[in-house]
C-alpha cells in the first residue's frame, strides 16, 4: 500500500536526478520513508536515493516496491504548475498507479519490477573531501563542455581544481578558500571522470545546493547533496576513466 | 472598396484562429463588416467567423470579396509591436493588398476567390451545452496530449469531462461546480475527437475567453466564443471520431 | 607582448560584430589600441575596427599581432556573466592566448597570422549621407526578409528608403523627417545589395546605435558606426548587385 501527497517541485526535483540515468526505476517503500538504488545501462554512474516520510506532504505506506517510468511521470509533473500538491496512490489490483492534480486524474500501468535487481552500492573511503556549492561545479562544468569530453578532478590541501585539456586549448576552475565550504585533503589526489555524465548530474541539482566532493586517484568520485530541503538524500558514484600513460 | 485599420493584437487574434484550418481564405466584405466561412482540406472541422465593423479602429466598405493568404498576413504581423495599428486597403486595380503600420508599407496579391466556395454551415440542435474558461479546457487538452490522438467529451446533469484512454495510461479532467459558468445537460451525452484539431484551436484562443460548448453523442461539437472584446463572434464545428465497436 | 582587460559586453559587441564576416581574425596591437582589417571569404563585405586602449579597464600593448579563432572566443564569452571582467594575456614563447574570468583560466593555441594579409580599404567618395538610429534598419531589415534575398537602399532629398520587390509581394520602410538624425544628398542614389549580409550585421549592431550611411548608384554602401561608449569605430562596406536589365 501506497499513498501520498508530495508538492510538485519536489517530485520534480527527485525526478530529474534519477532520470540522469534512467528511465524505468524501482522504488523500494516502507512506512518510513522510499528508497531507490540504480545504475545506468552502461554501469559509468550508480545512484542511491533516500527520502523520508517528511520530505511528503502526507504519507501512508506499508512495505511495498513501485515500478514507474519516469518519462511519464514528467509528462504528469508538467500538468502541475509551481505550489501544486501532487496526490499519488498504487493501485494494486489493477497494477496501477495514480496521480491526482486538482481536477486532473492521471493513471498509468505500474512497470514490473521483478526483473530489477538493487545493485550494490559501493563502500568506498575515499581521502580528500571538498564541500562546495554546485553552482561552482556548474561554472566548471560549462568551461570544460567546449573543450573536452572529459573533466579532471584534482584537490590539494590548497585547492579543489576542475580543468580539462584539449589539443590546443585548455581550461581550468581553481577553486580555493571562500570559494569553498570545506576542505579536507591529507595528500594530493587527480582522477578523469566522462564530462556527459558529470554535467547531466550537475545540470540536474538546484542552484544553492552544498555537494560534498569525495575523492581519491584512480577511484570513482562519490557526491553527497540533499534535497526537499533536507529530508531528501543523494548519493552519486561516477567511475573513473583510467588514464593510460 | 474596403478600407479599414485595426488594432495588431486584434489582427493576430483572428488570423490565429483561422489559421488553424487554413492558409488561403476568402473574406466576405460589406458595409458591417467581414465574415469568413471555411472547412478544413480534410473536411474534419469548420469555422464561421463574424467580424463586425465596430472591431475595426476604423472601417469602410462596400460589399466585396478579398482572398488571403494567411501566412503573409503573419509576416506582416511580426512587422508590429503591441499597441500598434495596422492599416489596410485593397487596390482593386492592381489586384493587390495594402498593408501599412507606421512608414512600413507592405503590399501583396490578392488570392484568387473565383473557385473558393462558402461551406454550408450545419445546422443542429446539440442537447448538452456547457459555458466554461478556455484555460480549462486547454489544462484538460495539454493532460491528453502524451495518451492518444484522440480525446474523449463526456457531459452529464453533474459535470463535463475531457478524457483519453490509452493501452497503458488514462487521464481525465473532470469539471464541476465553480469550475464551469454553466452546465445545461437534459441527458448524457459522450462523444470521441481527433485532438489535433481540439488542441490546435484550443491554443489559438486567448486565455481568459469563455466558450460555450454544445455536444451530443456522436454528433460534431460546436464551439462558440468571441474575441476582439466581443466584436467579433466563432463558431467552430468539430466531427466526432465514430467508436466503432 | 600584450596583457588587458575588457568588460565582458564589450567584448562580447566587438566580436559579434566582427563575426558577421570571418571566425579566423587577426588584430594589429600597438600601444595606443588594437585594430582589424578583415573581408569575407567571398569578397562581398570589408569590415575595419580600431578599438582605442580606453575601451578597455586596463590596457598594457607592444606592437604584434595576434590570431585568434572567434567560435572559441564565444565560449569564453559564455563563462562571463554581465559585469565581469575579462583579463587577456598573450603568451608569445607558448603560442598561446590567456583569459581569465574570475576563478576561470581559459588558454587556446593563436590562430597562425603569416598568411593573412590585411586588405586595402577602399577609398570611395559617396555623395549620400544619411545618419539613423540601427533599430529603424532592423526593422527595414526584418520587413524585407519575408520577401526576397535582396534589399534596396535610396535616398532623396526628401526620404531614405528600404525597400524589397518580389514577385507577388512588395515592401517598403520610407524614412524622413524626425525618422532621420540627418539626411544630405545632393542627387538621388539608388543600389541593391545582399539581404543576408545586410541583415546579420544589423542583428549584431546594438539597439539604439546611430548608424552613417554613405551610398551612391551602384557603388558600395559604407557604413559607420561606434560601440564600446564611443572608443571602438567600425566601417563596414557592402558590394551592391549590379542589376541587369
Request: some cysteine; charged content about 25%; hydrophobic content about 40%.
Amino acid at each position: 500500500m501506497f499513498k501520498a501527497e508530495i508538492k510538485s517541485e519536489t517530485l520534480k526535483g527527485l525526478v530529474n536526478i534519477i532520470s540522469t540515468l534512467i528511465d524505468e526505476v524501482k522504488f523500494t517503500i516502507t512506512p518510513e520513508g522510499m528508497t531507490l538504488k540504480a545504475v545506468d545501462p552502461a554501469h559509468v554512474a550508480m545512484i542511491e536515493l533516500n527520502v523520508k516520510a517528511k520530505a511528503f506532504e502526507s504519507y501512508s505506506a506499508s512495505s511495498t516496491e513501485i515500478g514507474l517510468d519516469l518519462d511519464k511521470v514528467k509528462t504528469v509533473l508538467k500538468l502541475a504548475g509551481p505550489g501544486d500538491i501532487i496526490a499519488m496512490e498504487q493501485d494494486e489490483d489493477k497494477g496501477r498507479f495514480v496521480f491526482k492534480i486538482g481536477n486532473i486524474t492521471r493513471s498509468m500501468n505500474l512497470v514490473d519490477t521483478s526483473s530489477m535487481n538493487d545493485p550494490k552500492v559501493p563502500q568506498l573511503s575515499l581521502s580528500a573531501n571538498v564541500v562546495v556549492l554546485v553552482d561552482q561545479l556548474q561554472r566548471g562544468m560549462r568551461a570544460a563542455e567546449s573543450i573536452s569530453d572529459h573533466i579532471s578532478l584534482k584537490a590539494t590541501s590548497e585547492f579543489f581544481e576542475l580543468s580539462c585539456e584539449g589539443d590546443t586549448d585548455d581550461v581550468s576552475l581553481k577553486l580555493q578558500g571562500s570559494d569553498l565550504d570545506s576542505l579536507d585533503v591529507p595528500s594530493d589526489v587527480h582522477s578523469l571522470f566522462p564530462l556527459d555524465y558529470f554535467s547531466n548530474l550537475l545540470k540536474a541539482i538546484p542552484a544553492g545546493t552544498k555537494v560534498r566532493v569525495e575523492l581519491d586517484s584512480d577511484y570513482p568520485v562519490k557526491l553527497v547533496f540533499g534535497l526537499a530541503g533536507g529530508e531528501a538524500n543523494v548519493v552519486y558514484f561516477l567511475a573513473p576513466r583510467i588514464e593510460s600513460d
